[in-house]
């Protein structure tokens, strides 16, 4: 399998309060992303790195912001949460854009 | 109208059935992927897949470019081959993924 990690699984938060998500990874691999899984939607994507602070938005990135110091960590933030972003969460990575992604297990936020 | 849709949405089988997945999508693409995710569990690669066809073990996946249509076959399906499935493309254009909703399959014994 490969080495992708996320922190938390699960989360409870209140309304308001900032909240770090942690996707690390042991496979040098270049690109991170980061998606919300919501039903009736498929994957969408929030932030993405392609390497060391460099960074870009995705589809959903209102509400949230990434950071990217070391090649292994790809933290995601929501500033200030609301329930609309009690959602699931997942980190992915691959070599290139056009290799095989691997994915995280997920982390549960609710915003409550 | 979404630019990956699936069919059928939700499917049910019987132990050792021939299933079959549907993608069909409106975009250019440089590639397609086929994930698989377990209920609660994290998110599996299956296939990607750019042209023709791939097998491995139960699972074939093929694709139409001509026709922007892929399908995921399970022969001999079992329970454990119960979850959702997903397909992903990756547009050739903005070099992203594209994800359809997913098909969730539940096989019984």
């Known amino acids: 399998d490969a080495g992708i990690t996320q922190s938390p699984r699960h989360k409870v938060t209140e309304t308001g309060t900032p909240v770090t998500l942690r996707c690390h990874q042991t496979?040098?691999?270049?690109?991170m992303y980061w998606y919300r899984q919501d039903p009736g939607h498929g994957l969408r994507l929030i932030h993405y790195s392609y390497g060391v602070k460099d960074t870009d938005k995705g589809e959903v990135s209102d509400g949230y912001s990434v950071s990217r110091s070391k090649t292994e960590d790809f933290l995601l933030t929501l500033e200030s949460a609301t329930s609309s972003q009690t959602s699931v969460y997942f980190c992915?990575?691959?070599?290139?854009?056009?290799?095989?992604?691997?994915f995280g297990q997920g982390t549960r936020l609710t915003v409550v | 109208k979404n630019e990956v849709e699936q069919s059928p949405q939700n499917l049910t089988a019987q132990e050792g059935e021939f299933i079959t997945i549907n993608c069909s999508y409106s975009?250019?693409?440089?590639?397609l992927h086929w994930l698989q995710q377990h209920p609660g569990g994290g998110i599996v690669s299956l296939f990607m897949?750019?042209?023709g066809k791939k097998k491995h073990g139960r699972l074939i996946a093929t694709i139409n470019i001509q026709e922007k249509h892929s399908s995921l076959h399970i022969t001999a399906s079992h329970p454990r081959d119960s979850a959702v499935y997903i397909c992903?493309?990756?547009?050739?254009?903005?070099?992203?993924?594209?994800f359809g909703t997913g098909t969730r399959l539940q096989v019984f014994p």
């Open positions: 975009v250019g693409i440089s590639a």
């Open positions: 992915a990575i691959s070599d290139r854009v056009d290799t095989e992604a691997f």
């Open positions: 992903a493309v990756l547009s050739y254009n903005t070099d992203k993924l594209i």
């Open positions: 897949l750019s042209s």
């Open positions: 496979e040098n691999h270049r690109y």
